[in-house]
């Protein structure tokens, strides 16, 4: 067998996994999910899904990626051979992900040329608009939107040659992309706080809602939410698990990297809501209306407004950008560098190869978000994926390890490794909890939609969104069932 590539230093791996966690999900995905979910409502339920789903599924991923030393679909494989496809499964949701986020991506590229000219004004939520140029509904796709493309196509160029540099190369990366923006997000948030009606902002944002429990919806956010934002249920951790020394530490590492991730994106709500709250005084609206009218685009509408109330604005909106910038790429090469593992290793192929597979198509169909009519789009397939997709990925994950493997094989590996020892805890959950609570979802998602079509789109687009759900498994089954080069199968266990 080849030797594995590693990270090329201890910390590399801690920080690579929350390059991967800590991106677009936490600046632009959360506060909009806070925001759709009226404020405070959202946070509880936030905290419960992280503790009952993100925490177990984090560690499970970690330890089966660790102890079988593969890519998703081979580690998987190597557990059991039937079980193969379940890897393949969250590769195949990563790659829809990996579509779309390009596309956020992009914008954020747009926004750091615009942030040269402080070219939003005042009214930036008018100025989004207006810069997607977004069509009537999802039957109008309309035209390419030339600038966005453009954005577009350097940044599937950047992750392109981050990617091909391999996994050393990533280590170097990682450590600027995951700890500079947290210093600019402190920077926008002390400067929201300080404005005027923020204090009704941060009301709207952190004063619990307990009636809202009661709302179904919250609680489905709140899951697809930690899903996302851990980059759970797509094999990226396991990929990395599998890239760390054999005697590296993996319980704490789990704990860091989740806790961290929740804290930078409370982080970018104090920004956002304060500044909401900014902006609606300004207005003389309410608070919730400004945060609800913002939807998916709300994080580029609030951050231009407090980066115009900065000292040296232009250039501080720069810097924001940028970074914000990073903050995507890390995890877009991630998403990517999953998909690549899984294809390198099923068929001994080298990294280029591998890397073309899955960035052509990738970069194709998003093409589709780059049009005016991407926005919709976007929400859709954003919906489907993350409140479907993951979710049934991480509770097969759950069934797989729980019932087939066993958790406590998982367990007694990462022990092996680790001072802070996991308990029985964690068997617990993934048998039982993590999967009740994941089927809980799902049931209510459905009930959900099938009351009320989701943003009031059209039945028939919502059906894209279903069968890009319904695609995913065959996909994987199809893949899992190609030939697998013979290297994939020489593994020998060399610890414990
Ligand atoms: N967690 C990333 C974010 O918060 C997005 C993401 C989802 C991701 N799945 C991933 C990143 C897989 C890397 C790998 O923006």
Not at 316 to 342: K, M, P, R
Not at 444 to 467: C, H, M, R, S, T
Request: charged share 10%; with cysteine.
């Amino acid at each position: 067998m080849k030797k594995r590539e590693n990270w090329s230093w201890r910390g590399a791996f801690v920080f690579a996994v929350l390059g991967s966690a800590v991106g677009l999900g936490n600046a632009w995905r959360f506060p909009y999910m806070v925001a759709q979910n009226g404020g405070g409502a959202f946070l509880i339920p936030y905290i419960f899904a992280l503790l009952t789903a993100g925490i177990p599924l984090m560690m499970l991923e970690f330890g089966i990626g660790h102890k079988f030393l593969g890519a998703p679909p081979i580690a998987y494989r190597r557990a059991n051979k039937k079980l193969e496809m379940v890897g393949w499964w969250g590769n195949a949701a990563s790659f829809v992900i990996i579509t779309y986020y390009g596309v956020v991506l992009a914008w954020a590229i747009n926004y750091l040329v615009h942030a040269l000219t402080l070219a939003w004004g005042d009214d930036t939520t008018g100025f989004f608009l207006n810069f997607l140029r977004v069509s009537e509904g999802p039957h109008i796709l309309g035209g390419l939107n030339v600038p966005v493309l453009i954005a577009f196509v350097i940044g599937w160029i950047m992750v392109i040659a981050i990617i091909r540099s391999g996994v050393t190369g990533l280590g170097k990366v990682v450590v600027f992309t995951a700890i500079a923006p947290v210093i600019l997000l402190i920077i926008l948030s002390i400067r929201g706080i300080t404005l005027e009606g923020a204090l009704a902002g941060l009301d709207y944002y952190l004063s619990p809602n307990f009636a809202a429990l009661a709302d179904l919806t919250v609680w489905r956010d709140a899951y697809s939410q930690v899903f996302f934002s851990l980059s759970l249920g797509m094999g990226v951790l396991i990929a990395y698990a599998s890239y760390l020394p054999r005697d590296a530490e993996l319980s704490n590492n789990v704990f860091i990297a989740s806790l961290a991730d929740a804290g930078i994106a409370f982080l970018a709500g104090l920004a956002i809501f304060s500044t909401v709250g900014y902006m609606a005084a300004q207005q003389g609206a309410a608070v919730a209306d400004v945060a609800g009218s913002g939807g998916i685009g709300l994080a580029f509408m609030v951050f231009p407004q407090v980066i115009n109330l900065l000292p040296g604005a232009a250039a501080f909106g720069v810097i924001f950008f940028l970074l914000l910038i990073t903050l995507a790429i890390d995890s877009q090469f991630s998403l990517v560098e999953g998909c690549v593992g899984a294809v390198m290793d099923k068929w001994n192929l080298s990294r280029g190869t591998a890397l073309a597979i899955v960035s052509l198509p990738g970069f194709l169909i998003g093409l589709v978000f780059v049009t005016n009519g991407g926005l919709h789009w976007l929400d859709i397939v954003d919906k489907f994926v993350n409140g479907y997709g993951l979710i049934v990925v991480g509770l097969v994950e759950c069934i797989a390890i729980g019932w087939i493997i066993g958790p406590q094989k998982i367990r007694d590996h990462v022990n092996g490794l680790s001072e802070i020892k996991v308990g029985k805890w964690f068997d617990f959950c993934v048998k039982y909890l993590t999967p009740a609570a994941l089927i809980f979802i799902l049931v209510f998602n459905l009930i959900i939609d099938i009351k009320e079509p989701y943003g009031g789109y059209p039945q028939w687009a919502l059906n894209v969104g279903w069968a890009m759900v319904i695609l995913l498994p065959i996909v994987a089954f199809i893949f899992s069932k190609l030939k697998t080069a013979k290297e994939a199968d020489e593994f020998v266990e060399e610890q414990s």
